[in-house]
Every structure is written in C-alpha cells, then in structure tokens.
C-alpha cells in the first residue's frame, strides 16, 4: 500500500517592487554651496593674482595698465631692488627666530603634554589650567611689562627678545593640541612597554612621538606662521637693522621705495614663498593634527 506525501502549497510571492533611482539616501548636488565656495574662492583668488602681477610690472605699468590685466612689459627689476637691499639679512634673521622659537616650543609643549597626559595628578591639572589661562591673555595687554623684563635682562634690540615671548604665548594652544592628541593613543600600548621594562623616556622617544607625528608637525607649521608673521615684538623690543625680521623690514621698504608700489609688493612675494613652500609639504599632517582629539 503506498502512501503519497501531500505538499503544502506554498504562499505566493510578493514582487518587490523596484525601488525609485532616486532614494532618500542618495546624495543631491549642493548648489548654494558650490555657488559659495566659488565666490568665496574668487574673493581670495583675486589679491594674490594681483599681487603677483603687480610684483611683475614696471613702476610706469602699475599707474598706467590696468591694475587687473597681466602686465605688458613683466620685469624682475623689482626683485632685484630688493635683494640687493638687506633682504638676505632679514630672511636669515626671520629663519632664525622661526626656527629657534619652533624647536623651543615643540620640545617643551611636548614634555609638558606628556606629563599632563601620562602622570595624571592633581599638580599636573593646576599645570594645565594655568597653562589654558594663557589662551585668554592678549599680548598687546603684556606688552609693556616684556619690554620692561627684556630691557632688565639685557636682551633688548636681540633676537632672543623675540624668540622668548614668543615661545611663552605659543605654548598654550601647543599643548592643548598635543594633549588632545597624545590621550587617543591607546593605554594598552603604554603598560605593553612598561611590561618589557623600557623606562619613561624610552617609551615616549619609541612610542610616543612616533605615534604624534602628525600633531608634532601641525604645532610647527601653526607655531612657525605665527613667529614668522609675528611684527608686534619685533616693533618693541628690537631697533637695529642687524635685528630686523622680514614683517619689520617690509615698513623700513615702503618708506625706502616710497611710490614704488611693485618693488614693495615684490618684497611681498618674496617674504611669503618659504612659509607658502613649509605648508605645501606639510598640509596632511596640519589638517590631521588640527582634527585630531576633537571628534569625540
């Protein structure tokens, strides 16, 4: 007797149906801001074109042409004028400080960030509340009690009168990156070092700074832009033209030059090509060191 199996019909499928090519998470074209970014882009583009150009004209051209239209006669006559007038001593006496202030600011923002970071403590928070005050005090407010100890302390008209101050007003947003930076490290990385016995010093020099790397480079490049632009101590606590940086020198040009508005804006051009080259090979690590630490 043979038995037959009934199979149960199946229910029946339901179509899906084709989802329309524009969904609600598709991304659509932002055309205010694209409008935006281009206006805004050709707000900025302009003066440095005309800078540039200007840089290249002759001081008949600059009064005659129009200022917007590329110069008929390009010249590097106005280069020339300035170099042969000191510009190499100021470039030097600017590359020194920048780069003296710089070193001076990474190695003690650095030690003090670690510090707060990996000996955590009651001292170490004072340190770094005092430290975050300095972010409200404006340097135009001290600027006469640092001229006053840089007058007593035998530094006027050096460049350590500029490079000092420099390095006490960029220190606290120098920490305040590198702190940000150095808590996302992962703790498990430190205690595997300490677990093979490496020392504090050894930790930071082999972990450490090789983790930081992009944060170390954003502090230089950020700090660098400030000491090399910096004309505020300068101006006070120097005189000589032995001591003077090149934002100082572009005043002493355009009283030198008098109408000779190319030759100034050459000088321009010059003073701005060693910071604009720094950032070309730096930007990455400025953009990520710069958001690193406030995402959370």
Same mark, same amino acid.
């Given at each position: 007797m043979t038995t037959t199996t009934q199979r149960r019909p199946r229910p029946p499928? @339901?179509? $899906?149906? =084709?989802?329309?090519?524009? =969904?609600?998470?598709a991304a659509h074209p932002n055309i205010v801001g694209g409008f935006l970014s281009?206006? #805004?882009l050709v707000i900025v583009a302009i003066p440095l074109y005309w800078i540039v150009i200007t840089s290249l004209r002759t001081q008949a051209g600059f009064f005659g042409d129009n200022p917007l239209a590329p110069p008929t006669n390009?010249?590097?006559?106005?280069f020339r004028l300035v170099l042969a007038n000191d510009f190499g001593r100021y470039l030097l006496n600017s590359a020194v400080v920048t780069v003296s202030a710089v070193l001076l600011i990474v190695a003690v923002g650095y030690l003090c960030a670690y510090a707060i970071v990996r000996a955590p403590g009651r001292r170490t928070r004072q340190v770094f509340n005092v430290l975050l005050l300095g972010l409200?005090?404006? $340097?135009?407010?001290?600027?006469?009690?640092?001229?006053?100890?840089?007058? @007593?302390a035998g530094l006027y008209d050096n460049l350590l009168a500029?490079? $000092?101050? =420099?390095?006490? %007003?960029?220190?606290?947003?120098?920490v305040l990156i590198l702190v940000n930076f150095l808590r996302d490290i992962p703790g498990p990385l430190f205690e595997a070092m300490r677990i093979d016995g490496a020392s504090d010093w050894q930790t930071m020099l082999r972990l450490a700074i090789p983790l930081s790397r992009p944060a170390i480079v954003t502090?230089?490049?950020?700090?660098?832009?400030?000491? #090399?632009?910096? %004309?505020? %101590?300068? $101006?006070i606590l120097t005189q000589s033209p032995s001591t003077r940086v090149l934002p100082l020198a572009l005043t002493s040009y355009q009283g030198m030059f008098t109408i000779n508005v190319p030759a100034v804006i050459a000088a321009v051009v010059l003073s701005t090509l060693p910071i604009l080259a720094l950032y070309v090979f730096g930007r990455r690590q400025l953009l990520a060191g710069m958001t690193a630490g406030f995402g959370k």
């Open positions: 499928v @339901k179509m $899906l149906r =084709s989802q329309p090519a524009h =969904s609600h998470g281009g206006v #805004w390009p010249t590097l006559d106005n409200a005090i404006p $340097l135009q407010a001290t600027i006469i009690p640092i001229y006053l100890m840089i007058v @007593k500029i490079i $000092l101050p =420099s390095v006490a %007003f960029a220190l606290p947003i120098t502090v230089a490049i950020y700090d660098g832009l400030n000491v #090399w632009n910096g %004309f505020l %101590f300068p $101006l």
